[in-house]
């Protein structure tokens, strides 16, 4: 008897898997579109991790994807030419796959590292605080990476290779949406909520609250480290200024809209805050200032964000 | 020591805490043995929740000891201290609000689980068995308490007596051997205050476990300790049975004094 | 040596703007224990409001002068107070029972609002800030310079921080607003109007970041809508490094954080001036989140 949930993951990677083979007949425009929702969800619901369920209010997660993207692109492209012969050769298609799997893990793992050293320190630190030093931790990255010569500084990382498409970037969706929600609804899981909800009570419960909220900032880096691998093989381009301040507010703002701690909600709101640049492209001079108004509006009416909704029984998706 | 009595439970061995310059707690001895109800009253300020917190670990006693189970339990933090099998509840009731009533308990049975984060991901048939374990029991619990039919209700939508209740199962649930009280009887109603005696009897008959309540109503108290010790001032003035504390005219002069 | 000296004129002269800002992030918080995102963009509206009153009050008050320099700060400060009370009362004030999370992203939201307004309305490419007061050396020997304005920095900041320690101590609602800033509740159980202690210190501290805009421009004359940013952070290091919601230590942290910048970006580590910051910002909440002057808040079980 398998896990009903694994099931689900299976059929969600064959899925992704077929239509990625007919990606070629979809428009140019509309793919790119529908990959940037992709690495968006996967960003928004491990960010949901760490901000919804932990309840730890963390700026910072562009700067795990930075690492994560730059990690994974130095493997394809210092490394790639190595290890290609290795998997079978440079045109073997089986081997560049393998290659981008490499590439992925150990941006997610660099960037797991990363959520570790921003996390451990953090953890004495509640609200705006916490908020304020993810923050800085992340611009630290930023600069760190415009300083660093081997990969481009602030001249930025060119001729990574086009690996991304629609499998990579559903599959890895699939998978993070798998593990966040399979973690958080089992009886150790809950323990995350139980942080968010009231730290001295999980500890007067036995609650190590120290580990539960290093474990979401590992497993949150994680999964952003990815996506970020996903990202620079998608535009071939990556930039330290594009891992800014801002990359962090539009991913918790993914969040806040979908509400915190409803991975449901937090995929919706991916998918509309992704397409809503486009949407806005006629009025694109006014598209940041209608953002920004969005915003405080939302916070100003309906701050647990848009989907979270009062349920009788034991939903799916949402804490 | 004699070898008839059986070892205490619970040990605290002239424990003082000072903060700063002003002196909480001074050399106070407590001790509380298997299955016993003790409860620890004072007027206020008498430094009763410092007590409270001393034994949960909030905070550090400057000088003295304290034994758990034969085992030093100072310096080890709270989640520690519900690990070595000592339980609380507080005055001010800290459910876990956007968690419901089922799930408010079934937290609590994370101290026990064998499954972690890796069983959790991989979803394997140990996983679900244990998962269904809890559950069953979870749902027990809440028979027993009378919270079955409020099992999938937000936690901070129940009625305030209910609430005392659950914070009392959860602490149950890290199946402990020392359950402490704070002050459980804040903001009852005399009727709801009768179901707490009732509601504390029954937990220690049916669960076995010792009991230490700090408590301000002398009803409650009286009525179901079998021990009482009174603080004054962070020092013990008194410790014995509700009918001679209640004429002691050292504890008297305490209360009198501080009502003035 | 005399390097040395220099790079400290010139720190001070920095720190001093940024002790001017990092006022308004403290007392802000010492009244709500909110960190105003957007107070570094009312930095840059006192620049811009400086930038477009000039040409228009040129033959009136005849700038470059003192007298008119002195008008033009006036008006900006003026301009800036009003702005921070209005932000307060529709973004902030209905937000005062939510969660401090929800407040600090609709801070963000308002100083995106005014960053992505700015650029859309005053355009986003630099101006140059106009003359106010002609720019002369008033130190000019041994190889140390200081120019007129860096002077006036510090002259107008020394003088508004006597102001404002007169207002705090001396004055009924200074007093209000220290009552607050140390319990809002038993404040306002005291027949204290705590939205207008609040309004107040709102629109203090907005005519301050004002005053730094105008000064700030008048020795970096190159102005935009994200010219707060920066700034706006540093001062923010400042006031938590001093120990927020502490005025004395928000004036101290904003010098000492003006003076370390000036002397690393003089250095070989200038590429990472601005994560320098940061980090100074992490090391202090990690090692003494109450700052040099603050003292530590213990949570109530």
Redesign the interface.
């Known amino acids: 008897m398998i896990a009903k949930s694994k099931i689900v993951l299976l059929v969600a990677l064959i899925a992704s898997c077929v239509i990625s083979r007919f990606s070629k007949s979809i428009n140019p425009y509309h793919l790119d579109i529908i990959i940037a929702i992709g690495i968006n969800i996967t960003l928004a619901v491990s960010l949901n991790l760490i901000n919804g369920y932990t309840g730890q209010f963390s700026l910072g997660h562009a700067g795990f994807m930075a690492v994560g993207g730059y990690t994974a692109a130095v493997v394809t492209t210092t490394f790639g030419a190595k290890l290609l012969p290795l998997l079978g050769g440079t045109e073997n298609i089986f081997a560049k796959e393998v290659l981008f799997l490499i590439a992925l893990f150990t941006g997610g793992i660099f960037a797991a590292i990363a959520g570790v050293l921003v996390g451990a320190p953090s953890l004495r630190l509640k609200g705006d605080y916490l908020a304020i030093v993810t923050l800085g931790f992340g611009e630290i990255i930023r600069v760190l990476l415009q300083n660093t010569e081997t990969v481009g500084a602030s001249r930025g990382l060119t001729g990574i290779p086009s690996y991304t498409n629609l499998f990579w970037t559903f599959g890895v969706a699939a998978i993070t949406v798998y593990i966040v929600v399979s973690l958080v609804q089992s009886t150790y899981g809950r323990g995350f909520v139980a942080v968010r909800d009231d730290e001295v009570a999980a500890e007067a419960i036995g609650i190590n609250t120290t580990r539960y909220k290093i474990i979401a900032f590992v497993i949150g880096a994680f999964f952003a480290g990815i996506a970020g691998g996903l990202y620079g093989h998608f535009k071939q381009y990556l930039n330290p200024e594009g891992f800014g301040f801002m990359r962090s507010i539009e991913i918790v703002v993914m969040v806040i809209l979908g509400g915190m701690g409803n991975t449901l909600g937090v995929i919706i709101a991916a998918i509309l805050l992704t397409v809503l640049p486009e949407v806005l492209r006629p009025v694109a001079e006014y598209r940041m200032i209608i953002y920004s108004l969005l915003l405080i509006m939302l916070m100003l009416t309906r701050p647990q964000g848009l989907f979270t909704w009062r349920k009788k029984s034991k939903p799916a998706l949402s804490a | 020591m004699s070898d008839a009595s059986p070892a205490p439970l619970l040990q605290l061995k002239q424990c003082t805490i000072r903060f700063g310059g002003l002196t909480a707690v001074s050399t106070f001895d407590l001790q509380i043995n298997e299955n016993e109800l003790v409860g620890l009253i004072g007027p206020n300020g008498a430094g009763k929740?410092t007590v409270f917190?001393l034994i949960?670990g909030?905070y550090r006693p400057t000088e003295g000891e304290i034994f758990f189970n034969g085992k030093s339990i100072v310096g080890i933090?709270?989640?520690g201290i519900?690990?070595c099998g000592i339980?609380?509840t507080?005055q001010n009731i800290?459910?876990?609000?956007?968690?419901?009533v089922?799930?408010n308990v079934?937290?609590?049975?994370?101290?026990h689980?064998s499954?972690?984060?890796r069983?959790?991901?991989w979803?394997?048939?140990a996983?679900?068995i244990?998962?269904k374990t809890?559950d069953a029991q979870v749902v027990e619990m809440l028979e027993i308490f009378g919270l079955g039919k409020f099992r999938?209700v937000?936690a901070k939508s129940l009625p305030y007596g209910d609430q005392r209740r659950l914070e009392i199962v959860?602490?149950l649930?890290?199946k402990p051997k020392l359950l402490c009280l704070d002050e459980p009887a804040a903001g009852m109603n005399p009727t709801e205050k009768v179901e707490l005696m009732r509601l504390i009897r029954f937990v220690r008959e049916k669960f076995q476990i010792s009991i230490l309540l700090v408590e301000h109503d002398m009803k409650v108290v009286m009525g179901i300790c079998q021990r009482i010790a009174v603080l004054d001032y962070g020092i013990k003035i008194a410790e014995s049975t509700p009918e001679e504390i209640q004429k002691n005219p050292k504890v008297i002069e305490a209360y009198l004094g501080s009502e003035n | 040596m005399i390097e040395f000296l220099q790079q400290l004129i010139n720190g001070l002269s920095l720190g001093a703007i940024y002790a001017l800002i990092a006022l308004g992030y403290t007392m802000v918080y010492g009244v709500l224990r909110f960190i105003n995102f957007a107070h570094s963009d009312i930095f840059m509206l006192g620049a811009f409001g400086g930038f477009y009153l000039a040409p228009r009050l040129e033959k009136i008050v005849h700038l470059p002068s003192f007298f008119g320099a002195t008008v033009v700060m006036i008006l900006a400060m003026a301009i800036c107070a009003i702005v921070g009370m209005v932000i307060e009362r529709l973004a902030y004030r209905p937000l005062r029972k939510s969660s401090k999370l929800t407040v600090l992203i609709t801070a963000i939201g308002v100083s995106l609002f005014l960053e992505y307004s700015g650029q859309k309305f005053f355009g986003a490419d630099p101006k140059y800030f106009p003359e106010l007061i002609v720019d002369t050396p008033v130190l000019d020997s041994a190889g140390l310079t200081m120019g007129k304005n860096q002077l006036i920095v510090l002259a107008v900041t020394i003088f508004l921080l006597i102001a404002l320690q007169i207002v705090v101590l001396k004055t009924k609602i200074g007093t209000a607003m220290r009552a607050v800033s140390f319990d809002a509740q038993a404040a306002s159980l005291m027949g204290i109007n705590v939205n207008t202690v609040i309004s107040f210190t709102f629109g203090l501290g907005s005519a301050l970041a004002g005053a730094g805009g105008i000064l700030y421009a008048m020795n970096y004359p190159s102005i935009d809508p994200l010219m707060g940013v920066m700034p706006g952070l540093k001062a923010f290091v400042a006031a938590v490094l001093g120990g927020i919601g502490n005025i004395p230590g928000a004036a101290s942290g904003g010098l000492i954080i003006g003076v370390v910048e000036t002397f690393v970006g003089g250095s070989a580590m200038s590429t990472y001036r601005d994560a320098i910051a940061f980090a100074i910002l992490i090391l202090i909440l990690l090692f003494k989140p109450s700052g040099i002057l603050g003292k530590t808040q213990i949570e109530k079980v």
């Open positions: 929740t917190n949960t909030v933090k709270p989640n519900a690990e339980a609380r507080f800290r459910l876990f609000p956007s968690l419901s089922f799930d079934r937290v609590a049975f994370h101290l689980l499954c972690g984060v069983q959790a991901l979803r394997g048939k996983f679900f244990e998962e809890v999938d937000p959860r602490a649930a890290t």
